[in-house]
Nanobody, 120 residues
């Protein structure tokens, strides 16, 4: 069984920073891409950023220059450093990872989500 657990969410003022973490645990043979998505109230879940197993990163345009995704493969962990936060960044942030549980099997897993609220 594989689990993803996020942490680091909270309340922050506009212009502030937060760092999200997501740790994968369980029967893991290897981890391919890892990423972050978010869902604001009344809206669909949207893509935020992803990072490949060798460190290539991609971002949605709205967070480029403000958010930085990184990973520590030894710790099976992905991070999202969020700077210059705006009220429109308020959402539940979900971790996603494509995880190999054997040589031939890989599957997408999701965390439970962590709330980020940007408000004065």
């Amino acid at each position: 069984q594989v689990q993803l657990e996020e942490s680091g969410g909270g309340l922050v003022q506009p212009g502030g920073s937060l760092r999200l973490s997501c740790v994968a645990s369980g029967t893991i043979f290897g981890i391919n891409a890892m990423g972050w998505y978010r869902q604001a109230p009344g809206k669909q879940r949207e893509y935020v950023a992803t990072i490949s197993s060798y460190g290539s990163a991609d971002y949605v345009d709205s967070v480029k220059g403000r958010f930085t995704i990184s990973r520590d493969n030894a710790k099976s962990t992905v991070y999202l450093q969020m700077d210059s936060l705006k009220p429109e960044d308020t959402a539940v942030y979900f971790c996603n990872a494509n995880i190999r549980t054997s040589l031939t099997r890989a599957k997408d897993y999701w965390g439970q989500g962590t709330q980020v609220t940007v408000s004065s």
